[in-house]
């Protein structure tokens, strides 16, 4: 890891620049919540893998018409980043296996979107690689909600 002062709105502007004219194929509306100015120490690369691998999965399983939405806010020790979506959701019983390389929900595989389901599973050692957690909560037919905690730089 290539550590260094990462401005996370910055980031999640580039992201979102990027993804935008994927989410004009699927006609999902792609947008920012609030986004506080919030600085880590971290590899801009891989902290961009994780956002885009989010919010590609926000895209691809979000009906036309539905949205993806990257918010950032910060408490007094961490960046909490959020991506939420209108999606197909994740029961409950598969929150947690989600993070394992290959693994994909019979809903996902039943959409017929393409994936390996790595996705999640590159995202978890990213945010722990940086002294974080991530945390999704989820509900099927009403989409998904990722939280990722990162450590500010003082």
Sequence with gaps: MDRRPVNLKGLIEEVIHQVQPLAGLHSVSLRTGPVELAQIQGDPDHLRRLLLNLVDNGIKYTQPGGSVEISLRRDEKFAILQVSDTGIGIPKEDQEK?????????????????????????????????????????????????????????
Excluded: D
Excluded at 101 to 120: C, H, K, P, W
Excluded at 124 to 141: D, L, Y
């Design 98 to 154: 989600v993070f394992r390389r290959f693994y994909r929900t019979a809903a996902a595989r039943a959409q017929g979107e393409s994936g390996a389901g790595l996705g999640l599973a590159i995202a978890r050692p990213i945010v722990e690689a940086h002294g974080g957690r991530i945390e999704v909560q989820s509900a099927v037919g009403k989409g998904s909600l990722f939280t990722i905690f990162l450590p500010l730089s003082f």
